[in-house]
């Protein structure tokens, strides 16, 4: 299901991508991943946190971290601290 972000990974330095975040899951886990007609890669992801004290927000860059094999370093929340919607950079 990664094969669209892992494949416009691969050609640059950095992406930004759009994120939709469902908090209190009862796993982790990638519900969808898909380029945008804008371009941008849209992955919908569910975690298992809570929405109080950025609990979603460490949980996603945990979970994404593992999933794409990159340190936790190389993903930055750049927009979406308090929303659903997110919008990620990605450092390869």
Known sequence: MLNVLTN???G?????IDVKVTPK??????VDCFEQL????LL????HGAPKKGEVNTNL???LSDELSLPKSKLQLVSG???RNKI????A
Do not use: M, P, W, Y
């Not at 804008?38 to 890669?41: A, D, E, F, S």
């Open 44 to 47: 919908k992801v569910r975690v």
């Open 88 to 91: 990620l950079l990605i450092l």
């Open 38 to 41: 804008n371009g941008r890669v």
């Open 81 to 83: 601290l308090t929303s």
């Open 8 to 10: 416009k990974l691969a």
């Open 12 to 16: 640059q330095k950095q992406i930004i």
């Open 61 to 63: 860059i945990d979970f």
């Open 25 to 30: 899951s009862r796993e982790d886990q990638i």
